[in-house]
């Protein structure tokens, strides 16, 4: 029996990037022989063993061969007799198909996994690659993950994918699959890479009707994703701007499952961008109505990411301007500090007069309005006070 390191932590080692999780393969064992050694077993598919002490995955070397289509057609074989060469054979990426024997530390490298790291290339390892739809959704990952050490993905592995449109496979991607992928690939160094693979390849259209590479929520998403790590920002700035954004956003989400803030987020900036945006030329009502609308007085931290998200929207538009017109004014950059400070002070304030309201056995309605008039007056104070000239 045989152990080796595999996968991302021997090309994340390769690359000098810290390694996150270390997966190894055992060759020439059977699942009774790892139980009797103490590790524990799981994974239902085939059989994948926890270290009694590290709790770091084990896996018995396997063959893989696809029976049906759809993600849970393939067969395993995890007999002792399967070599390494024929686990790596079935790994998406050369870059994540090499191995390292813990003993000598050597590097084993049947499919040039190295090479391709230093040429900074994206390769399929084998034409079974095109047997599992989601290596697409995993290699533009990557992609975004190392675009900015000049990764660039190989021509022919481009070729594939393209097939494997066509050949209809991106249709069989189960929801949570694609939510799984995105939500990586949006939180990485250049989520916008995700979208241009998947567009080269001919899946962007069918996975994500609507978004374009060159359209204004790409742009925004490279400025969101220069301004913050949050994928719920990354993924609001994204889908701004999409047709019929409120629709469009409510069936892409339904159709992968997108957890509700990530949902809602997105519907907030796409239907109140441009009212933050110009928030200079509300007047308190419309402030106040806005601060509702964006349910700020109960979800305050949901309304910074949303001032995240327009920012990068207007980062984004400017950006455009100035390609435009090689200038652009400073001065009426989204600055939303006064926005801010007249939601805080409105709600800190309110707070107290509303126990008294409470206290006086105010209720419904009545307490509703009275709220909404205290708050009223606080903004229009704290506007007055900042000599903003509000449109009444
Ligand atoms: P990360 O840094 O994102 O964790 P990783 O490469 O470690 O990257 P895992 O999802 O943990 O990613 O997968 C471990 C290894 O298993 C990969 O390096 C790859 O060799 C292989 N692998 C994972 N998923 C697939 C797949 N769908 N098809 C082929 N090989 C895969």
């Not at 390494?84 to 996994?113: C, F, K, Q, W």
């Not at 409120?246 to 997108?258: E, G, P």
């Amino acid at each position: 029996m045989k152990i080796y390191l595999v996968g991302g932590a021997v090309r994340d080692k390769l690359l000098g990037l810290p390694v996150k999780e270390q997966d190894y393969v055992v060759v020439g064992a059977t699942p009774n022989e790892m139980l009797d050694m103490g590790f524990r077993q799981v994974g239902k598919e085939f059989p994948v063993f926890l270290h009694p002490k590290t709790n770091e995955e084990y896996a018995l070397a396997r063959m893989e061969r696809k029976v049906k289509p759809g993600y849970k057609g393939f067969t395993f074989d995890t007999s002792p007799r399967v070599t390494l060469e024929e686990d790596l054979v079935r790994r998406d990426l050369t870059i994540n198909a090499m191995a390292i024997d813990p003993d000598t530390g050597s590097l084993i490298d049947p499919y040039h996994g190295k090479q391709d790291l230093d040429h900074k290339i994206l390769k399929h390892v084998s034409p079974a690659f095109a047997e599992d739809p989601v290596r697409i959704l995993r290699l533009g990952r990557f992609y975004a993950r190392y675009a900015h050490l000049g990764f660039t993905v190989a021509p022919i592995t481009i070729e594939l994918m393209r097939d494997m449109v066509k050949a209809g496979e991106v249709d069989a991607l189960v929801a949570e699959r694609v939510w799984k992928e995105l939500e990586r690939a949006l939180s990485e160094q250049n989520p916008e890479k995700f979208f241009e693979v998947l567009d080269e390849c001919g899946a962007l259209a069918k996975l994500f009707p609507g978004l374009d590479v060159k359209g204004t929520g790409m742009q925004a998403l490279i400025a969101a994703a220069e301004s913050s790590n949050s994928p719920a920002i990354r993924f609001s700035a994204l889908l701004h701007d999409l047709p019929d954004p409120r629709k469009s956003i409510i069936a892409l989400c339904n159709r992968y499952r997108v957890p509700n803030d990530y949902r809602e987020l997105a519907l907030l900036t796409a239907q109140h961008f441009q009212a933050a945006l110009d928030f200079k030329t509300l007047s308190a009502d419309e402030i106040l109505n806005l601060l509702g609308t964006l349910d700020y007085f109960r979800r305050e931290e949901r309304f910074y990411k949303f001032l995240a998200a327009v920012k990068a929207i207007d980062a984004s538009r400017r950006k455009k301007l100035f390609k435009s017109f090689k200038t652009v004014d400073a001065s009426d950059e989204f600055d939303p500090r006064h926005l801010i400070e007249a939601a805080q002070v409105s709600k800190q304030e309110s707070a107290k007069q509303i126990r008294e309201f409470i206290a006086q056995g105010i209720e419904g309605r009545e307490l509703a309005e009275k709220i909404r008039k205290t708050r009223l007056e606080i903004i229009e104070n704290f506007f007055a006070g900042q000599g903003q000239n509000m449109h009444k």
